[in-house]
């Protein structure tokens, strides 16, 4: 008998669309773009690029180009919005890239919808910043699927938050990044349903199916997700805040014998409604023996 799901969380990047395949050629577009106006070497902005990126600890800083020591060197003197007018080409080159790029994965968004007009409850739940989620949930069409996003607020976020996300985005604290159970078990209270009745969907051994084991909820691993450019893989790994030790470790996860095995492995999403039952929230066993929900803890 196929377990009965009342609440689906997924992943977003590598889960439901490929985001190396849009991130990198935008921002290799973006430096490339920067080199000419600024004249200074690409390989230059690359290399400085990834130590900031390391100091960040993210690839998706807004205006981390403003950042970088030789666009600092070669802009001194002028105010922020002045750096950003002379960069506008650059930055225009990203946004420009990443429209053509950015796309879901082929069935997510029709096994969505019929998944979300079964009853099903769905969240999303990422380590990506607030402002790169909505964009993302925003420009592929899935702000009308997804009941909240759970996901880290950055300096942008903090400014932008109670005007444009209001009750939609649920903030999370540093310690509950991947793979800290204790969001999907908050998750499954706020929404007061049952670790069994739920289901988490993403593409990381390491962090998506390995919470899930721990929170006791249903595990899918998205493998597609897996599946990037070798030449992509490679470009993304000479700007990211990744060590080399961390780009490796999913790979090094796939053949050893004791890493956490998901419940399903897909080889596309559409897979998600032949192995599991989608229901409603209604009639869900937290409702005759409720545990307090986090707001009454």
Not at 97 to 112: A, E, I, M, N, S
Not at 176 to 204: M, Q, W
Not at 220 to 238: C, E
Not at 251 to 279: A, M
Request: with cysteine; glycine share 4%; charged share 25%.
């Amino acid at each position: 008998m196929k377990p009965q799901i009342r609440l689906l969380v997924s992943d977003l990047d590598n889960t439901l669309y490929d985001w190396v395949s849009f991130f990198v050629p935008a921002f290799y577009e973006m430096l490339v773009t920067a080199s000419s106006v600024l004249n200074i070497p690409t390989e230059q902005l690359l290399m400085e690029s990834r130590v900031v990126n390391r100091r960040f600890g993210t690839a998706e800083r807004p205006f981390a180009l403003l950042e970088l020591p030789s666009v600092k060197e070669r802009l001194v003197g002028l105010n922020l919005d002045d750096q950003k007018l002379q960069l506008n080409d650059a930055f225009h080159a990203f946004n420009r890239v990443r429209k053509q790029t950015l796309r879901l994965y082929p069935g997510v968004l029709d096994t969505f919808e019929t998944i979300t007009h079964s009853g099903t409850l769905l969240v999303a739940h990422t380590d990506a910043h607030v402002h790169n989620a909505m964009f993302r949930i925003k420009a592929l069409g899935l702000r009308r699927l997804i009941s909240r996003l759970y996901a880290p607020l950055s300096e942008l976020d903090s400014e932008e938050r109670g005007t444009e996300y209001g009750t939609f985005v649920s903030a999370l604290p540093a310690r509950h990044r991947k793979p800290n159970p204790r969001v999907l078990l908050d998750i499954c209270a706020d929404f007061d349903v049952l670790p069994d009745e739920t289901l988490y969907i993403g593409d990381s051994i390491a962090k998506d199916i390995q919470m899930a084991k721990a929170a006791g909820v249903h595990s899918a691993l998205a493998q597609y997700g897996a599946q990037h450019s070798p030449v992509l893989w490679d470009k993304l790994v000479r700007i990211t805040h990744w060590s080399e030790e961390d780009a490796n470790r999913e790979k090094q996860l796939s053949i050893r014998s004791d890493h956490p095995e998901p419940e399903v492995k897909l080889n596309e999403i559409g897979e998600l409604l032949q192995h599991f039952t989608f229901t409603s929230r209604r009639g869900s066993r937290r409702q005759s023996s409720r545990s307090p929900t986090r707001a009454e803890r």
